[in-house]
């Protein structure tokens, strides 16, 4: 059983940092890509980051590139997103996932496992 914990959400004034800890427990966790998503109330579940096994392969959601960044340890079991010069619309909770294959998808379709999410409040 797979199971994810996020940790290192919080409350961050605009142009702040946060950065975001995903810990997996199971094995394996070095063949699967991982990915953060977050939704915002009353909207849908939407892509961030993810990426692949070796971390080779990243991808960012337009609205996060350049500001964010995605990176795994694979000796920890460990995925992070480290988030920069937050805006009040980053405001969300964050959900890390682990796909089903090697590779990062940008659809929540192609990922089997989820953490619990992590609240992240940005203040104007």
């Known amino acids: 059983q797979v199971q994810l914990v996020e940790s290192g959400g919080g409350l961050v004034q605009a142009g702040g940092s946060l950065r975001l800890s995903c810990a997996a427990s199971?094995?394996?966790?070095?063949?699967?890509?991982m990915a953060w998503f977050r939704q915002a109330p009353g909207k849908e579940r939407e892509f961030v980051s993810a990426i692949s096994w070796s971390g080779g392969s990243i991808y960012y959601a337009d609205s996060v590139k350049g500001r964010f960044t995605i990176s795994r340890d694979n000796a920890k079991n460990t995925v992070y997103l480290q988030m920069n010069s937050l805006k009040p619309e980053d405001t969300a909770v964050y959900y890390c996932?682990?796909?089903?294959?090697?590779?990062?998808?940008?659809?929540?379709?192609?990922?089997?496992?989820w953490g619990q999410g992590t609240q992240v409040t940005v203040s104007s």
């Open positions: 199971g094995r394996a966790f070095s063949s699967y890509a």
């Open positions: 996932a682990r796909s089903q294959t090697s590779w990062p998808d940008t659809t929540t379709r192609e990922y089997d496992y």
